[in-house]
């Protein structure tokens, strides 16, 4: 990036160049003794936000010496320039001499960054806002179509494809691996937040999974479309960059995959890594044995250590020295390493600091692409104040359940596991968490279910039961009805075809009489108390009363998560956020 183009001198502190004009009562850019300011948004005098800007502070570094800040030609003082708005709120007072007085509340920024991949979004207040707003040149725009839904909706739970590209491109980049690379998928997380910003998931995807990659329809430069035609049985990492597949391309391969359309995607190269760990003075990461890498060229001693820029780049890349050298424990490296990027992020000397912020700020957005449902600097200060609300402990990194590819003899890729996959992709589509959010809530339910449902059980033998779509994949019904009638021993069930409405959420209606009943299909199925209605019973084909159970859209297959709910304990390795790992 051209500092000069972005109004500072490379000898001034870029913190230094916000300062706050008591005219306006609003932050703006510095250029420099002669040039005028550029107003921007930014918190009025008297906001918390003002507290922290070292253009407020006269102790801070480049300060100027007055709580109003600097103004063009000099710093304001009393009986010249322009005086303060009348009624505006007097800043606070730094008391002299006391101390361990607490500190105002930091606001929380979340940084993803992850092997040749790294998506930043500062989430810092209005101050944060202000600069964010001022970079937004920076960032590069795709038009995926119809690949992700659009728009951005803050009440809604969301999912953001991350995708790092081995691209070459960049200073010092051009000695790793394949120089001439296009660009492939080489790390991809799915991100899951919740609706109710309790957790998130972070899906990784590894790049050797094999995978059918469906065409794709791209939006050439001229404004025209080109169909990238698709791959029957082809590596995950080609879903982006080979054939002029764009970002579009891999959303629409992981909705291929995983039956998870992914809303919007977020795009960034090997110099993001290098760039972002220097901007928050290096990440702290643990390693069980020393490390000394030939072909990434990492070194480190057994334990904790500190890495930054090229070194925190060799070490996401490094492959083997861990685990059985193989991408899928590189995987499990570079969770960890975000993990410790977003402890690092979280914390104070981080978030009060604006010299590393603007750092952080230059860094993620001269390295981020993303869709243009997201482009706009309003529309990413959403999206990072909505990330806040997640609490690191609630932060779940888990990985595509996976086994060998079985047409192979020399093993070298992967298949998606069918036996374990799928409940994990539905617990993520019906908005399940993986942490302690989701065993709380289960345990609730479960306490729901008794209470209503206490009593006797009908043996399953005397279950009457209509199972009716409402919304779930095409066969469910019959899909279900297989699962009760031979696996559970549920004779008297029967398929009633599709329900006259669409439900969100499964749900069994029964009537009073058919409480013991209901007991009985509520343990068959781990059925939530939610998910329990008394009402009326319907009569089945045999003139008999029976219950019904209607599949709703979080159905996504017998045995998957019922009303918002697993069956049990997801068979899935996971780690979370606020955990402190060493890789192995």
């Not at 960054?113 to 209005?126: D, E, I, Q």
């Not at 944060?128 to 937004?136: D, I, M, Q, S, T």
């Not at 080489?186 to 998130?200: F, G, K, Q, W």
């Not at 997201?374 to 990072?384: M, Q, R």
């Given at each position: 990036?051209d500092?000069?183009?972005?109004?500072?001198?490379?000898?001034?502190?870029?913190?230094?160049?916000?300062?706050?004009?008591?005219?306006?009562?609003?932050?703006?850019?510095?250029?420099?003794?002669?040039?005028?300011?550029?107003?921007?948004?930014?918190?009025?005098?008297?906001?918390?936000?003002?507290?922290?800007?070292?253009?407020?502070?006269?102790?801070?570094?480049?300060?100027?010496?007055?709580?109003?800040?600097?103004?063009?030609?000099g710093?304001?003082?009393?009986?010249?320039?322009?005086?303060?708005?009348?009624?505006?709120?007097?800043?606070?007072?730094?008391?002299?001499?006391?101390?361990?007085?607490?500190?105002?509340?930091?606001?929380?920024?979340?940084?993803w960054?992850?092997?040749?991949?790294?998506?930043?979004?500062?989430?810092?207040?209005?101050a944060?806002?202000?600069?964010?707003?001022?970079?937004?040149g920076?960032?590069?725009?795709?038009d995926?179509?119809?690949?992700?839904?659009?728009?951005?909706?803050?009440?809604?739970?969301?999912?953001?494809?991350?995708?790092?590209?081995?691209?070459?491109?960049?200073?010092?980049?051009?000695?790793?691996?394949?120089?001439?690379?296009?660009?492939?998928?080489?790390?991809?997380?799915?991100?899951?937040?919740?609706?109710?910003?309790?957790?998130?998931?972070?899906?990784?995807?590894?790049?050797?999974?094999?995978?059918?990659?469906p065409?794709?329809?791209?939006?050439?430069?001229?404004?025209?479309?080109?169909?990238?035609?698709?791959?029957?049985?082809?590596?995950?990492?080609?879903?982006?960059?080979?054939?002029?597949?764009?970002?579009?391309?891999?959303?629409?391969?992981?909705?291929?995959?995983?039956?998870?359309?992914?809303?919007?995607?977020?795009?960034?190269?090997?110099?993001?890594?290098?760039?972002?760990?220097?901007?928050?003075?290096?990440?702290?990461?643990?390693?069980?044995?020393?490390?000394n890498?030939?072909?990434?060229?990492?070194?480190?001693?057994?334990?904790?250590?500190?890495?930054?820029?090229?070194?925190?780049?060799?070490?996401?890349?490094?492959?083997?020295?861990?685990?059985?050298?193989?991408?899928l424990?590189?995987?499990?490296?570079?969770?960890?390493?975000?993990?410790?990027?977003?402890?690092?992020?979280?914390?104070?000397?981080?978030?009060?600091?604006?010299?590393?912020?603007?750092?952080?700020?230059?860094?993620?957005?001269?390295?981020?692409?993303?869709?243009?449902g997201?482009?706009?600097?309003?529309?990413?200060?959403?999206?990072?104040l909505?990330?806040?609300?997640?609490?690191?402990?609630?932060?779940?990194?888990?990985?595509?359940?996976?086994?060998?590819?079985?047409?192979?003899?020399?093993?070298?890729?992967?298949?998606?596991?069918?036996?374990?996959?799928?409940?994990?992709?539905?617990?993520?589509?019906?908005?399940?968490?993986?942490?302690?959010?989701?065993?709380?809530?289960?345990?609730?339910?479960?306490?729901?279910?008794?209470?209503?449902?206490?009593?006797?059980?009908?043996?399953?033998?005397?279950v009457?039961?209509?199972?009716?779509?409402?919304?779930?994949?095409?066969?469910?019904?019959?899909?279900?009805?297989?699962?009760?009638?031979?696996?559970?021993?549920?004779?008297?069930?029967?398929?009633?075809?599709?329900?006259?409405?669409?439900?969100?959420?499964?749900?069994?209606?029964?009537?009073?009489?058919?409480?013991?009943?209901?007991?009985?299909?509520?343990?068959?199925?781990?059925?939530?108390?939610?998910?329990?209605?008394?009402?009326?019973?319907?009569?089945?084909?045999?003139?008999?009363?029976?219950?019904?159970?209607?599949?709703?859209?979080?159905?996504?297959?017998?045995?998957?998560?019922?009303?918002?709910?697993?069956?049990?304990?997801?068979?899935?390795?996971?780690?979370?956020?606020?955990?402190?790992?060493?890789?192995?």
């Open positions: 990036m500092a000069q183009s972005r109004g500072r001198a490379d000898d001034v502190d870029p913190a230094d160049q916000w300062v706050l004009n008591p005219a306006t009562g609003e932050y703006e850019l510095r250029l420099g003794p002669s040039a005028p300011q550029s107003p921007v948004p930014g918190p009025r005098r008297g906001s918390p936000h003002t507290a922290h800007h070292p253009a407020y502070h006269p102790t801070a570094p480049g300060g100027t010496g007055h709580p109003h800040g600097a103004v063009p030609g710093p304001w003082t009393p009986g010249h320039g322009v005086p303060p708005r009348r009624g505006a709120p007097e800043p606070p007072v730094r008391r002299p001499g006391r101390s361990g007085q607490r500190k105002p509340r930091a606001r929380k920024a979340l940084l960054a992850g092997g040749t991949m790294a998506f930043v979004v500062l989430a810092t207040g209005t944060g806002y202000a600069y964010l707003k001022h970079l937004e920076n960032v590069d725009t795709t995926v179509g119809d690949a992700g839904s659009g728009e951005f909706s803050k009440d809604e739970a969301f999912d953001i494809l991350v995708l790092g590209t081995d691209k070459r491109t960049g200073s010092g980049n051009d000695g790793y691996g394949d120089a001439g690379s296009v660009g492939h998928a080489d790390t991809t997380i799915l991100l899951h937040v919740s609706e109710d910003r309790t957790n998130a998931t972070a899906l990784s995807i590894p790049r050797d999974l094999i995978v059918d990659i065409d794709c329809p791209t939006k050439l430069e001229d404004g025209t479309e080109k169909v990238v035609p698709g791959l029957r049985g082809a590596r995950f990492n080609r879903s982006l960059g080979e054939g002029g597949r764009d970002p579009g391309c891999a959303m629409r391969t992981v909705e291929e995959v995983t039956g998870i359309k992914p809303d919007h995607f977020m795009m960034a190269d090997f110099n993001a890594v290098k760039t972002l760990t220097s901007a928050v003075d290096g990440v702290d990461v643990c390693v069980e044995h020393a490390v890498d030939k072909q990434s060229k990492l070194e480190l001693p057994a334990g904790k250590s500190k890495v930054e820029g090229e070194q925190a780049l060799a070490f996401v890349r490094t492959r083997h020295s861990f685990g059985n050298e193989g991408d424990d590189r995987i499990k490296v570079q969770q960890h390493f975000l993990a410790s990027l977003m402890r690092k992020m979280s914390s104070g000397d981080t978030l009060t600091s604006p010299a590393k912020l603007v750092k952080l700020a230059e860094a993620a957005t001269d390295a981020l692409t993303v869709d243009t997201i482009g706009s600097v309003g529309t990413l200060k959403d999206v990072a909505e990330l806040k609300k997640v609490p690191p402990k609630n932060i779940a990194f888990t990985t595509v359940p996976v086994k060998d590819n079985p047409a192979e003899t020399v093993k070298a890729t992967v298949v998606v596991d069918e036996a374990r996959a799928p409940r994990l992709f539905g617990a993520i589509a019906g908005d399940v968490s993986l942490t302690e959010v989701e065993e709380k809530r289960e345990r609730r339910e479960k306490a729901a279910v008794a209470a209503r449902l206490e009593g006797t059980k009908a043996p399953a033998s005397e009457r039961v209509q199972v009716l779509n409402g919304g779930a994949p095409a066969g469910s019904a019959q899909q279900m009805l297989g699962r009760l009638q031979v696996e559970e021993g549920v004779s008297k069930s029967e398929n009633a075809g599709n329900a006259d409405r669409t439900l969100e959420k499964t749900t069994l209606e029964y009537a009073p009489d058919q409480a013991a009943q209901a007991r009985r299909l509520a343990t068959i199925l781990g059925l939530p108390g939610s998910a329990l209605k008394p009402g009326e019973s319907v009569t089945n084909s045999q003139g008999m009363p029976a219950m019904t159970l209607t599949l709703g859209e979080d159905f996504t297959g017998a045995g998957s998560p019922l009303g918002g709910s697993a069956t049990g304990p997801l068979d899935v390795e996971k780690s979370t956020a606020d955990k402190v790992e060493c890789a192995s």
